[in-house]
T-cell receptor, first 114, second 118 residues
Framework: AQSVTQLGSHVSVSEGALVLLRCNYS??????LFWYVQYPNQGLQLLLKYTTGATLVKGINGFEAEFKKSETSFHLTKPSAHMSDAAEYFCAVSEKNQGGKLIFGQGTELSVKP | GAGVSQSPRYKVAKRGQDVALRCDPISGHVSLFWYQQALGQGPEFLTY????????KSGLPSDRFFAERPEGSVSTLKIQRTQQEDSAVYLC????????????????FGPGTRLTVL
């Protein structure tokens, strides 16, 4: 069965520093890949997604992610962290013929220090 | 509002009680999903509707869980004889079903219902 692994349940960076959140998936067939962000007491919001085409995907709030098939990875980055980026981040995959259901990683909580 | 709404936002139940959780998807969205998010974990798929048809219920943890979407819009997730292990946030999401079987669609999530079973 497909699985998603997010390395590091908690990441802490200083304001202005690079943000790197790691995500690896298990399928031998590249799935479709998503990053969602969850702020406290709010629903998940899509940051970006990879379906086909260019492997470097740009999303909202300055985030981007690169699909690397050889590494089965889809890491999320942002060049300069803002205090407002503090939240929980989830990587997810969906597969063909599965109706679009998402399989999520366990999440990474991002803290941003002033 | 234009987003997905869920009610109630918080529900406390005594063990053994039945509960019903409601989801109002974005108007016109064909697909509707329910997920369960335990504390400190990522959401886990429960069930999926395309209009009123429940096409996948493989994630429902037991026969105490039942979901319906009778008119293809509002959906209700019902849990009978609640147990402490049912305590979680229940998330509803909807999407347009643009093509490709829906697996590239953006899902829009509601704020969730936090269920606590005592």
């Amino acid at each position: 069965a497909q699985s998603v692994t997010q390395l590091g349940s908690h990441v802490s960076v200083s304001e202005g520093a690079l943000v790197l959140l790691r995500c690896n998936y298990s399928s031998s067939v590249p799935p479709y890949l998503f990053w969602y962000v969850q702020y406290p007491n709010q629903g998940l919001q899509l940051l970006l997604k990879y379906t086909t085409g260019a492997t470097l995907v740009k999303g909202i709030n300055g985030f981007e992610a690169e699909f690397k098939k050889s590494e089965t990875s889809f890491h999320l980055t942002k060049p300069s962290a803002h205090m407002s980026d503090a939240a929980e981040y989830f990587c997810a995959v969906s597969e063909k013929n599965q109706g679009g259901k998402l399989i999520f990683g366990q999440g990474t909580e991002l803290s941003v220090k002033p | 509002g234009a987003g997905v709404s869920q009610s109630p936002r918080y529900k406390v139940a005594k063990r053994g009680q039945d509960v019903a959780l409601r989801c109002d998807p974005i108007s016109g969205h064909v697909s509707l999903f329910w997920y369960q998010q335990a504390l400190g974990q990522g959401p886990e798929f429960l069930t999926y509707f395309q209009n009123e048809a429940q096409l996948d219920k493989s994630g429902l943890p037991s026969d105490r869980f039942f979901a319906e979407r009778p008119e293809g819009s509002v959906s209700t997730l019902k849990i009978q004889r609640t147990q402490q292990e049912d305590s979680a946030v229940y998330l509803c999401a909807s999407s347009l079903l643009l093509g490709w079987g829906g697996h590239t669609d953006t899902q829009y999530f509601g704020p969730g219902t936090r269920l606590t079973v005592l």
